[in-house]
């Protein structure tokens, strides 16, 4: 019973395999290959040198669907919305992140206007029928999007979020006439009001839904021909797994799959650490990403966008996202001066292909990675368990025009260019603690990814965190987090209420019938399998966002949920309104089967020791605490429990960790590095 999971990332393809006989793990590392990420997926399969037969299960996750939509790569794609609105996708909404840029730009629709079309029907807001749905309307549609060699329509009426009716008779029709060309339905995405946000996810699915199919087609008869039988998962969104025959139909919802993955992986940690209280911390090679996690629990959010920033709205997606803060700053994040002669990190990066410089690949651009190695901070020899050989002439070449540029050497050009990257990375922190109302340094930090531990120590003394956590497999800890994942359904219903004119019956009514939904999605799974978390969103009368607060969905006690909502309220926004109405907008109802997760399991202490352990020493540049002497350490060898002052850097094959002058580190009985700052 080989359970087996694969995590493409913007440089490295990783696998983690378990077997749950024997609680062994195999893991796997190779450059992703982004002409067919397939590619990169057999190669790992295959340095795992598994028995294939005996995979059980296989899980996916991956950038294939953020990758289609940030270079644009998806298919044609058509529109179909009620009369009268076609230009909803196009207007968008009013509030403007730079809003005082007079060269603010609408960002450019998906579907561009000839291929908006016009339904002839209308819902009321109650989901009454006011004018029923013209098939004719339909038919001319369907002939018109044959005709331009449309391969994909989404279909997004008004109201549909109440009825949805008018769109199924819609998608029969279509099913009819253009059986070749796929159809997204927003009714079957999101249940949730808002035009825009829903007409923007219908889209979004629909622009990526052929891509993923035929990427997982083509996967899946490599992985059948290289003798992998067992059911395929991809790696949700929501921190759960579906089958990828849901995925195909719902692409949408992989969108921060490996992500997603860390952060269970995070919760898991921090459970059996007894951490319950932590900020999951993840740099990979394009992007750094983190999540708050409170009580043991990730927050699950249907408000995501793509592409946002502090100058650019970007694209919303109504799908259930652990709430995750992601920033262009990786390994692979490209240094720059520009125009005014300023120095920029990112959001461009070399990726896998060309690379770092380095890396002796074809990259020439200065990399985050190229600095870390010429500030010693990276080993020439052990990068990658030695199977990459990096090279310092290489990066030194790209950094001199930057070093050039900013009239300094070499080294200190590379340091400055890590430090604007963790002030990029500092800023993701920030909007996931300080502007969420939570204080970090009330957090631990648990830092995982190729890159989290060399930044980590330096992002928590900045924001005078205490103690930082450095998992076991670093570097694989997202495919990691996919062994720890179960599957997974999100419903979120949009059902406007009065908190004074409802009795809490009204509300367990509207949660045993989403139940009764779940359990007819997990078909065959015993009720003792499945375990329902609910919470309800909830506002003033008056104003326009929601607070959520979790309930049981059994027990539900009125007067308590409006005091939970008050105290939730206060956290978020610094005030309560003992005397406005309580009014409940969206109720979630998350469902999981249970099942059994990877153990933590303590570390032998045999033959390790501080001595076995010590590699070298060597002078690394640190920043702003200057050029130190660190000792060099393998994590292999690492004793149990014994405190180790820093500086130091501790190697492995998948990761490289940092440990600054005045910090010390010991590694606890789990084999979790603790680095503790003694300032």
Known sequence: MIRLATDVGGTFTDLVAWNEATDELSVAKDLT????????????????????????EFVHGGTTVI???????GVRTALITTKGFRDVLAIGRGNRPDLYNLQFQVPEPFVPRKWRFEAVERMDADGEVVLALDP????????????????????????????????RECGEILADLVPDISVTLSSEFTREWREFERTSTAVLNAYVQPIIQRYFDRLSVRLKDAGITAPLQAMQSNGGTTSFASARAHPLTLVESGPAAGVNGAVVVGRAANMPDMIAFDVGGTTAKCSLIRGGMATVNTDYWIEKTPLHPGYPVKAPVIDIVEVGAGGGSIARIDAAGRLKVGPQSAGADPGPACYGVGGTEPTVTDAMLLTGILDVSRFSDGRIALSKDKASKAFKPIADALSLDIVPAAAAVIRLAEANMINALKLISVQRGHDPRDFAMLAYGGGGAMHAASLARELGMKKVVIPRYPGLFSAWGMLATSPRHDQVRTEPLDADAISADDLHGIFRAMTQ?????????????????????????????????????????LEQLIEAFHEAHKRAYTFRLEDTRVEIIHFHLASEQKRRVPDIRPVGT????????????RDIH?????????????????????????????????????????????????????????R
């Open 33 to 56: 290959t982004p002409a067919d990420q397939s590619d990169g997926v057999m190669s790992v399969v295959g340095l795992g040198a598994l028995d294939h037969a005996a995979v059980a």
């Open 67 to 73: 990758n289609a939509i940030t270079e644009r790569k």
């Open 136 to 167: 004719l309307s339909i038919e001319h549609i369907a002939e018109t999007c044959r005709k331009d060699g449309i391969e994909a329509i989404a279909v997004c009426f008004l109201h549909s979020y109440r009825n949805p009716a008018h769109e």
């Open 517 to 557: 939904e779940a359990r007819s999605y997990f078909d065959g799974t015993a009720d003792g399998e499945l375990s329902f978390t609910a919470r309800l969103e909830m506002r003033y009368h008056g104003q326009e966002h929601t607070v959520a607060v979790s309930v049981d969905p059994v027990a539900i006690q």
């Open 606 to 617: 045999q033959g390790r020791s501080l001595k076995a352990s010590t590699l070298d020493r």
């Open 622 to 678: 640190f920043g702003e605490d200057g050029i130190h002497e660190a000792v060099i350490l393998d994590r292999a060898g690492l004793p149990v429990g014994e405190q180790i002052a820093g500086p130091a850097i501790i190697v492995e094959p998948t990761s490289t960790t940092k440990v600054l002058p005045d910090q010390s580190l010991h590694m606890d009985e789990l084999g979790l590095i603790h680095i503790i700052d003694e």
